[in-house]
């Protein structure tokens, strides 16, 4: 893989908490694949990002991963989110307002407060190109 790559942390304590904060994104975003309506890519993305910072080894593995891999390259690469993808993140944060609503109850402020950032999260997944067919993946 023919990415630029970002430097390495130079303080060492400063890679080790990358190197965590990675590990316990990785670990979020892998629950995130079997919990229903708890986003993953972001996640992954993130973690890719802190072992950019800490771990060229454990950055690899997350890019080259079969099945985790291609979103976040594809991210990385060309800014893209597939349609899949999309549907998916928008139909688990509508789900998730929903069930905040009713379960809730939630004061007028704080329904328009928890709308307005999922609503601005749903642009901003929207708002991105779409994968073309050939790099969509996951």
């Known amino acids: 893989?023919?990415?630029?790559?970002?430097?390495?942390?130079?303080?060492?304590?400063?890679?080790?908490?990358?190197?965590?904060?990675?590990?316990?994104?990785?670990?979020?975003?892998?629950?995130?694949?079997?919990?229903?309506?708890?986003?993953?890519?972001?996640?992954?993305i993130l973690a890719a990002w802190c072992f950019s910072k800490s771990s060229r080894r454990l950055e690899s593995w997350l890019l080259g991963h079969a099945t985790l891999g291609p979103t976040i390259v594809n991210w990385r690469r060309h800014g893209v989110i597939s349609p899949r993808a999309k549907l998916m993140a928008c139909t688990g944060m509508a789900a998730g307002f929903l069930i905040f609503l009713f379960a809730v109850h939630p004061a007028w402020w704080l329904f328009l407060l928890v709308a307005a950032i999922m609503g601005g999260c749903a642009w901003y997944v929207l708002s991105r190109p779409s994968a073309p067919r050939s790099q969509e993946t996951a």
Do not use: D, K
């Open 1 to 44: 893989m023919s990415e630029p790559q970002s430097p390495l942390a130079r303080n060492r304590l400063v890679r080790f908490l990358y190197l965590v904060l990675g590990l316990l994104l990785l670990i979020t975003g892998i629950i995130g694949i079997f919990v229903p309506l708890m986003p993953t890519t972001i996640f992954l």
